[in-house]
Each structure stands twice: as structure tokens, then as C-alpha cells.
């Protein structure tokens, strides 16, 4: 394009969209109801440090994703241990970076209150959302599972008694292709109903010189609701919910690496593989066997809601699953030396029932809540020089060890609130959790017969050559969470709080990969892990302006741990082992609309958790940056025409972390900054919405996840996961 051409295009843009405009409408950044104390209220009302956004705000912004949201959260980001199948949320130093899919994660996860238990499935896509809402620090009283570290809680958009939806799709690099939609209305006299689509495809952006380019998209979410109100007093919802995916997926780059602290030697040979990969390209790989993701999640719930006038009872009652098959070219090479593989199979059901009522000076919520969690996993490796050859010819020897976790936790809960003076209300609160857990765990040598990845979750397909450990338990945990806390509220647009909140995580049982080494055993020292229990205390202050142009909030908190699970790697084994730890920090979040069509969102986040092992080694946990830092600024304004154009630009920022102990240079990232931009015109009717969008607009490359396979006479290197590289797109949405 010409010099003189590119000018006429920019003073056309300048003439066309800023030369006959007005300024713009309200705020995107309006306050947000909520129901994290299960009732409604506004978020500048609760004391508890929270982040929420609406689905239409989400639109506005272009957050599609829970990425895109808990990076706007202060403290909070997403972990993905093995790449873009599954992720975790990790709050104020809590996280789950543990790929085995029995563990259970400190900050738990609510998809339309009901609790998503296993991090396998996560995955699910933010669409047709009514609103997030991100709770930091624990959780225990209200909330049925894990929340020591928090929670997030995604609630999707209902049925509706007037006819709505929408449609929108998305093409972008990568040969991206994304459509979402819904359709909406009533079904009769008391009824209605809601049915919500996804589907999302893309080309790997992983080059595979040896195959098939890794790191691809095809996913499919659908979500049916029926809504009936047979009186204006009850209301049931049914919701049959389903996804699957089915990707390339497993890609790390190789680093060639020696020695017992994992010093990177990236311009020598790997000398166990014969391999080396020193191209600078951290996209680009050599993949002998290209791993894949297939998952399938199924969900039907139905909440019951019955108004009495004083007293409502709800009931929330669930069935779900996952089905999982995993695998990955660990090695990361052209070596046919290291695949390691994942099985899920997880059936949940959980069942709570909520009586909530008020008086003139008081609010309470009472209610019991069961799980029953029952999985049948497995995990292993595909490693013929580890274990020998095969006895048949054609096949390969490896690793196959399943596990069966069976989980039935029952509690009661309670809390309530009551004004001791005129302004200030004292909540009090807690729950009595009791689990029962079977945990039965195998490590098998065994053949497969057929040596394609495909084939390896078949039966059939395995022999078994020796049996090498097995380890069969049961334990039984009571545990208790409370909270008392305190609201001062100095006028309509201040609010102080205190609070002390005691959280607790369920126990829990190991499944390593390799057979353990000294002075590790299949014992219950090593297999075994107690519940994690955390004395959190926090202060905090929410201010608005009287115009409710601004809103800022701040939280001071101080944490005291008593077994602290920390996630450890010893050889290729992920453990989690209980351990001492306390945190401090705090939190700052900025919302304004200093003038008319500008919208600024500030927060920043300080971490520091001291951890200390059983053999007395001290250092903070994985996933833990001390800084956390985002910032999102928005400007729209209207045309002649009075459609609005909108330009945003956001960023998010972390310090450096670790991914796992010990705190080796292997395991470290030295920090990053991620920016995005977006463009957006919607037409004076708000039917018809077109956007441009750049993600990782500078190209950033990040470490997302490493894994040291050099350290003990392993593999001779180190695996590498790498954010998503810089991606640009259109999107094109119609609502009705």
C-alpha cells in the first residue's frame, strides 16, 4: 500500500468515525449484581474481596475465554500443566499444577452452582454467559468443596419468556473458524426454554516437521435449559449440558539439559536421544508420535426453587462425567523413548439442598450438601528403553497403572448475618465436611500390542508382563471451615470489612507414573496426603464515587497454612506432600469511567508465600508471582449514524515464578507481559456487532509449564510449554 493511499484511508477513518461523532452512552463497566452469599446483591455490598463481570460486559470486552477473565482479576491467572486441554485457576499462591486428574484443586470451580471437581473438565468454552464472578480467599462456609484459595463461579444466561438470541462467528489466523449462538423463548403458558451452540476449529499452530502441526482446535459445547414456573413462587430449571474435543496435542520444545540441578546446555547434543533442537523457534518441533486430547464431558442438573415469602428452599441436584484420552511425545524429539499417556473416566453426583430467609435484622442461609465422586483412571508411559523389549515382535513395552478413587463427602452448613448496630453487620458462619475415600492404585509393566497411541486405552491391546507395586487404602477426614466477619458501611458509597475465614481441602492419594525410588515408598508417607486447612484474616475497603463514575477496591490478607499440599516433582513423578506455609499480601482494583465513553480497569496484586518442606527446605510455591498486574483501558464513541465505535487496548503482567520443587533453574520463568487489542463497531440498534482483534499483539513468548527430564540420569533435557504466539481475527455477531 502506497504512502499516499495509507493517508487517505487514515483521514477517511478520522473523518468517518470521529470527525461528525457525539460522545458515547454509559459505562461497560457498571456494577454488577451477584449471588456469591447466594442471594443478590450488589458487589460493592459483600465483604469479600471480589471480581465479577456480566456476559454483556464480557461481549463488550471481548473476553471469551477464562483466561481473558481471570487475567482482569487481580491475584488470579490460569494454569495449564499439559497444554490447552484442561486448566486450573490459581488465587493469592493457591494452584493445582498436578496433571494427574485425581487431584482436586484448591480453588474450585462452579459451573451454575454446580462444583466441576475434575481439572480434565475445565475446558468447557465461555459462551451465551450471564455473568463470572471470581470470590478470593476461602470459601469454606457457603460453598460445598475445596475453595481455600477461592473460586469461580460461571453462570450461564437462562430462558426467557420473550422471544432473543443471538449468532456470532469468528475467523482468524490459523484457519480459525468459531461460531456460538443461541435461541431463546417461551414453550407454552409457564414454560420456556434456552439452547446455547459452540463449535470451534483452527489449525495447529505447533509445526510438527515430522507430521501433522500440533496444538490445533475442534470443539463442540451445547447446553439445553428448560425453565417452568408453574406459580410465581416455584421455579424449576432443567440443564443438559455436553461437550467434546478432539485435538493434537502434547507439544514441547526441546532443551537439551545435564546434570542434578537441570543446567540447560541448548547447543549440545541430547546425549541419551542423539537429538538436538536449537533453531530458536519455540513453535516448531520434531514429533515422532503426535499426541491427541479426546474428551467428552456430559452434565444434567435440575434446581428446584420455591418461594415461601419469608423462607426459600432450593435444591440443586447433578449427575456429570468425563471421558479422557491422553497422550504426548514427551520426549519432544524424533527418539521413539517417551510417551507418556492419561485415562479419565469420572462419574459425579452431588446433591444440596439451601433454606434462605430474613427478618428486619437478619439474614440467614442453612443447608446440606453431598458429593459422590467416583473415578476409574490411569496413567503410564510408552518407554521401551526404560523397561526393556516387548516379547511380542512388533510391539511396545511401557507402563500402565490404573487407579479407582471413590469419594463420598457429606456436609452442613450455615451462616448468617445481623446488624450490632446501625451500620455494621456481623456474619457468622461454618460447615461440618465429612469424606470417606477408597483409593486402590497399580503399576503395571505391560506390553501393547498394537503400538499406535490410539490403541492404547484398549484392553485388548495390553499384556501384562509383571505386576512391579500396588498400594490399596481408605481414610476417613472431619474436618470444619468457619467465618466471622465484619461490615462497616460509612455511607452509601463505603464500605470497610474485616474477616477471618478458616478454609479446608479435602485429603487426598498420589498416582506417580515410574516406579518410586528411595526414600520413597508405596506407604502411606508417600502415597497419602492429609487435608489442607488454611487461617486466612483480611481487610479490606470498597469506596465509590457519589456519581458512580469510579469504584475502587483494596484487600490486605495474611494466611497461616497447616498442611499445606505443595506440589513436588521427584524424578518424573508429580507428588503432592504436605508441608508448612503461610502468605501475605494484597490487592488493589480500580474501575472508572472518568468521562463519557471511557472506560479504565487498574489492579495490581502482591503475593509472598513462605514455604517450608518436611526435610526444612524453604521456598514459595508453584505458580506464585509475587506481582501480579493488569490494565485494560476502553474509549467508544458514537457516529453521525449513531452507531458506536469502541477501541481497547488491555494488558496483564506477572513476575517470575516457578513450576514446580524443587526451585531449579528448570522450573523457573522469569516473568512476561501479554497485551491485547481490539476494535469494535455496532450499529445503532445493537443488532449487528463487527470486531478486530489482536491477542499477544507483540509476539510474547512465555514458559506456561516446564518439566526437568534431566535431573537423575532421565531423558538428558527439558520440557518447554509455550504460550500462544500472536493471533489476529474478525468476529461478526447478530442479536435478536
Given at each position: 500500500?502506497?504512502?499516499?493511499?495509507?493517508?487517505?484511508?487514515?483521514?477517511?477513518?478520522?473523518?468517518?468515525?470521529?470527525?461528525?461523532?457525539?460522545?458515547?452512552?454509559?459505562?461497560?463497566?457498571?456494577?454488577?449484581?451477584?449471588?456469591?452469599?447466594?442471594?443478590?446483591?450488589?458487589?460493592?455490598?459483600?465483604?469479600?474481596?471480589?471480581?465479577?463481570?456480566?456476559?454483556?460486559?464480557?461481549?463488550?470486552?471481548?473476553y471469551n475465554s477464562a483466561q481473558h477473565v481471570t487475567t482482569?482479576?487481580?491475584?488470579?491467572?490460569?494454569?495449564?500443566?499439559?497444554?490447552?486441554?484442561?486448566?486450573?485457576?490459581?488465587?493469592?499462591?493457591?494452584?493445582?499444577?498436578?496433571?494427574?486428574?485425581?487431584?482436586?484443586?484448591?480453588?474450585?470451580?462452579?459451573?451454575?452452582?454446580?462444583?466441576?471437581?475434575?481439572?480434565?473438565?475445565?475446558?468447557?468454552?465461555?459462551?451465551?454467559?450471564?455473568?463470572?464472578?471470581?470470590?478470593?480467599?476461602?470459601?469454606?462456609?457457603?460453598?460445598?468443596?475445596?475453595?481455600?484459595?477461592?473460586?469461580?463461579?460461571?453462570?450461564?444466561?437462562?430462558?426467557?419468556?420473550?422471544?432473543?438470541?443471538?449468532?456470532?462467528?469468528?475467523?482468524?489466523?490459523?484457519?480459525?473458524?468459531?461460531?456460538?449462538?443461541?435461541?431463546?423463548?417461551?414453550?407454552?403458558?409457564?414454560?420456556?426454554?434456552?439452547?446455547?451452540?459452540?463449535?470451534?476449529?483452527?489449525?495447529?499452530?505447533?509445526?510438527?516437521?515430522?507430521?501433522?502441526?500440533?496444538?490445533?482446535?475442534?470443539?463442540?459445547?451445547?447446553?439445553?435449559?428448560?425453565?417452568?414456573?408453574?406459580?410465581?413462587?416455584?421455579?424449576?430449571?432443567?440443564?443438559?449440558?455436553?461437550?467434546?474435543?478432539?485435538?493434537?496435542?502434547?507439544?514441547?520444545?526441546?532443551?537439551?539439559?545435564?546434570?542434578?540441578?537441570?543446567?540447560?546446555?541448548?547447543?549440545?547434543?541430547?546425549?541419551?536421544?542423539?537429538?538436538?533442537?536449537?533453531?530458536?523457534?519455540?513453535?516448531?518441533?520434531?514429533?515422532?508420535?503426535?499426541?491427541?486430547?479426546?474428551?467428552?464431558?456430559?452434565?444434567?442438573?435440575?434446581?428446584?426453587?420455591?418461594?415461601?415469602?419469608?423462607?426459600?428452599?432450593?435444591?440443586?441436584?447433578?449427575?456429570?462425567?468425563?471421558?479422557?484420552?491422553?497422550?504426548?511425545?514427551?520426549?519432544?524429539?524424533?527418539?521413539?523413548?517417551?510417551?507418556?499417556?492419561?485415562?479419565?473416566?469420572?462419574?459425579?453426583?452431588?446433591?444440596?439442598?439451601?433454606?434462605?430467609?430474613?427478618?428486619?435484622?437478619?439474614?440467614?442461609?442453612?443447608?446440606?450438601?453431598?458429593?459422590?465422586?467416583?473415578?476409574?483412571?490411569?496413567?503410564?508411559?510408552?518407554?521401551?528403553?526404560?523397561?526393556?523389549?516387548?516379547?511380542?515382535?512388533?510391539?511396545?513395552?511401557?507402563?500402565?497403572?490404573?487407579?479407582?478413587?471413590?469419594?463420598?463427602?457429606?456436609?452442613?452448613?450455615?451462616?448468617?448475618?445481623?446488624?450490632?448496630?446501625?451500620?455494621?453487620?456481623?456474619?457468622?458462619?461454618?460447615?461440618?465436611?465429612?469424606?470417606?475415600?477408597?483409593?486402590?492404585?497399580?503399576?503395571?509393566?505391560?506390553?501393547?500390542?498394537?503400538?499406535?497411541?490410539?490403541?492404547?486405552?484398549?484392553?485388548?491391546?495390553?499384556?501384562?508382563?509383571?505386576?512391579?507395586?500396588?498400594?490399596?487404602?481408605?481414610?476417613?477426614?472431619?474436618?470444619?471451615?468457619?467465618?466471622?466477619?465484619?461490615?462497616?458501611?460509612?455511607?452509601?458509597?463505603?464500605?470497610?470489612?474485616?474477616?477471618?475465614?478458616?478454609?479446608?481441602?479435602?485429603?487426598?492419594?498420589?498416582?506417580?507414573?515410574?516406579?518410586?525410588?528411595?526414600?520413597?515408598?508405596?506407604?502411606?508417607?508417600?502415597?497419602?496426603?492429609?487435608?489442607?486447612?488454611?487461617?486466612?484474616?483480611?481487610?479490606?475497603?470498597k469506596l465509590s464515587t457519589p456519581d458512580g463514575r469510579a469504584?475502587?477496591?483494596?484487600?490486605?490478607?495474611?494466611?497461616?497454612?497447616?498442611?499445606?499440599?505443595?506440589?513436588?516433582?521427584?524424578?518424573?513423578?508429580?507428588?503432592?506432600?504436605?508441608s508448612t506455609a503461610d502468605s501475605k499480601g494484597f490487592e488493589?482494583?480500580?474501575?472508572?469511567?472518568?468521562?463519557?465513553?471511557?472506560?479504565?480497569?487498574?489492579?495490581?496484586?502482591?503475593?509472598?508465600?513462605?514455604?517450608?518442606?518436611?526435610?526444612?527446605?524453604?521456598?514459595?510455591?508453584?505458580?506464585?508471582?509475587?506481582?501480579?498486574?493488569?490494565?485494560?483501558?476502553?474509549?467508544?464513541?458514537?457516529?453521525?449514524?449513531?452507531?458506536?465505535?469502541?477501541?481497547?487496548?488491555?494488558?496483564?503482567?506477572?513476575?517470575?515464578?516457578?513450576?514446580?520443587?524443587?526451585?531449579?533453574?528448570?522450573?523457573?520463568?522469569?516473568?512476561?507481559?501479554?497485551?491485547?487489542?481490539?476494535?469494535?463497531?455496532?450499529?445503532?440498534?445493537?443488532?449487528?456487532?463487527?470486531?478486530?482483534?489482536?491477542?499477544?499483539?507483540?509476539?510474547?513468548?512465555?514458559?506456561?509449564?516446564?518439566?526437568?527430564?534431566?535431573?537423575?540420569?532421565?531423558?538428558?533435557?527439558?520440557?518447554?510449554?509455550?504460550?500462544?504466539?500472536?493471533?489476529?481475527?474478525?468476529?461478526?455477531?447478530?442479536?435478536?
Open positions: 500500500m502506497t504512502a499516499k493511499i495509507k493517508l487517505g484511508f487514515i483521514v477517511f477513518l478520522l473523518t468517518t468515525f470521529i470527525g461528525g461523532s457525539t460522545i458515547s452512552f454509559a459505562s461497560v463497566l457498571e456494577e454488577v449484581i451477584v449471588t456469591a452469599q447466594k442471594r443478590e446483591q450488589n458487589v460493592q455490598d459483600i465483604g469479600i474481596a471480589i471480581t465479577a463481570m456480566t456476559g454483556d460486559q464480557m461481549d463488550a470486552l471481548g482482569m482479576a487481580p491475584g488470579v491467572h490460569t494454569v495449564q500443566p499439559n497444554g490447552e486441554a484442561n486448566y486450573s485457576i490459581a488465587i493469592r499462591g493457591s494452584a493445582n499444577s498436578d496433571f494427574t486428574t485425581n487431584q482436586e484443586s484448591p480453588v474450585a470451580i462452579y459451573l451454575d452452582g454446580v462444583y466441576v471437581s475434575q481439572m480434565s473438565g475445565t475446558g468447557f468454552s465461555l459462551f451465551d454467559m450471564e455473568r463470572v464472578e471470581i470470590l478470593r480467599g476461602p470459601q469454606g462456609t457457603l460453598y460445598g468443596r475445596n475453595a481455600t484459595g477461592g473460586l469461580a463461579h460461571f453462570i450461564s444466561k437462562k430462558p426467557t419468556r420473550e422471544t432473543e438470541g443471538y449468532a456470532k462467528a469468528t475467523v482468524g489466523e490459523y484457519s480459525q473458524f468459531k461460531f456460538e449462538g443461541a435461541i431463546s423463548g417461551p414453550i407454552g403458558e409457564t414454560a420456556s426454554a434456552r439452547l446455547s451452540v459452540s463449535t470451534h476449529n483452527n489449525d495447529g499452530y505447533i509445526t510438527n516437521r515430522l507430521g501433522k502441526d500440533l496444538n490445533n482446535a475442534d470443539d463442540q459445547s451445547i447446553r439445553l435449559q428448560f425453565l417452568w414456573n408453574p406459580s410465581d413462587d416455584i421455579e424449576f430449571l432443567l440443564s443438559l449440558r455436553g461437550s467434546q474435543q478432539d485435538i493434537r496435542t502434547g507439544f514441547f520444545e526441546h532443551v537439551s539439559a545435564v546434570g542434578a540441578s537441570g543446567e540447560y546446555t541448548p547447543n549440545e547434543v541430547n546425549y541419551v536421544l542423539g537429538y538436538i533442537d536449537n533453531d530458536g523457534d519455540v513453535y516448531a518441533g520434531d514429533y515422532d508420535d503426535p499426541g491427541f486430547n479426546d474428551l467428552e464431558t456430559r452434565g444434567y442438573s435440575g434446581t428446584l426453587t420455591w418461594d415461601f415469602g419469608n423462607m426459600k428452599l432450593t435444591s440443586i441436584t447433578d449427575f456429570s462425567t468425563v471421558e479422557r484420552d491422553y497422550i504426548e511425545d514427551s520426549d519432544a524429539s524424533p527418539a521413539p523413548v517417551f510417551d507418556f499417556f492419561l485415562v479419565t473416566d469420572s462419574e459425579q453426583f452431588s446433591q444440596e439442598i439451601r433454606l434462605d430467609g430474613e427478618t428486619d435484622s437478619m439474614k440467614w442461609t442453612a443447608g446440606v450438601y453431598y458429593l459422590d465422586l467416583d473415578i476409574n483412571d490411569a496413567n503410564g508411559a510408552i518407554t521401551d528403553p526404560f523397561v526393556g523389549p516387548a516379547p511380542t515382535p512388533g510391539a511396545e513395552a511401557g507402563l500402565f497403572n490404573p487407579y479407582r478413587s471413590e469419594v463420598q463427602s457429606m456436609s452442613v452448613f450455615g451462616q448468617v448475618e445481623f446488624a450490632i448496630a446501625d451500620n455494621v453487620n456481623m456474619t457468622i458462619g461454618g460447615r461440618v465436611v465429612r469424606d470417606d475415600r477408597d483409593f486402590a492404585f497399580n503399576v503395571d509393566i505391560v506390553e501393547f500390542v498394537n503400538p499406535d497411541p490410539a490403541m492404547f486405552n484398549d484392553p485388548s491391546n495390553r499384556n501384562l508382563l509383571a505386576p512391579l507395586a500396588s498400594y490399596v487404602a481408605s481414610r476417613e477426614d472431619t474436618e470444619w471451615a468457619g467465618r466471622l466477619g465484619l461490615d462497616w458501611t460509612l455511607s452509601d458509597d463505603t464500605l470497610i470489612y474485616t474477616s477471618w475465614n478458616r478454609g479446608v481441602k479435602t485429603s487426598g492419594y498420589n498416582a506417580p507414573i515410574f516406579p518410586l525410588s528411595p526414600p520413597n515408598d508405596y506407604d502411606d508417607a508417600t502415597m497419602s496426603f492429609d487435608p489442607e486447612i488454611v487461617d486466612a484474616f483480611e481487610v479490606g475497603v469504584r475502587l477496591n483494596a484487600a490486605m490478607y495474611y494466611n497461616d497454612f497447616d498442611n499445606y499440599q505443595a506440589f513436588t516433582i521427584t524424578g518424573l513423578d508429580t507428588l503432592l506432600k504436605n488493589v482494583e480500580l474501575m472508572a469511567n472518568p468521562t463519557d465513553g471511557l472506560d479504565i480497569l487498574l489492579g495490581v496484586a502482591y503475593n509472598d508465600t513462605d514455604l517450608t518442606l518436611g526435610d526444612g527446605f524453604r521456598t514459595g510455591p508453584v505458580q506464585s508471582p509475587k506481582w501480579n498486574a493488569n490494565a485494560m483501558v476502553r474509549y467508544e464513541w458514537s457516529l453521525a449514524s449513531g452507531a458506536t465505535v469502541a477501541l481497547q487496548g488491555d494488558m496483564h503482567y506477572r513476575s517470575k515464578h516457578i513450576f514446580a520443587l524443587p526451585n531449579l533453574p528448570a522450573n523457573r520463568e522469569d516473568g512476561y507481559t501479554i497485551g491485547n487489542v481490539f476494535l469494535t463497531y455496532t450499529t445503532a440498534d445493537q443488532a449487528w456487532v463487527a470486531s478486530a482483534f489482536v491477542e499477544n499483539v507483540t509476539g510474547e513468548e512465555h514458559l506456561v509449564q516446564t518439566f526437568d527430564l534431566s535431573t537423575d540420569a532421565l531423558f538428558g533435557m527439558i520440557e518447554q510449554y509455550y504460550n500462544r504466539p500472536k493471533w489476529a481475527g474478525v468476529s461478526l455477531r447478530y442479536n435478536f
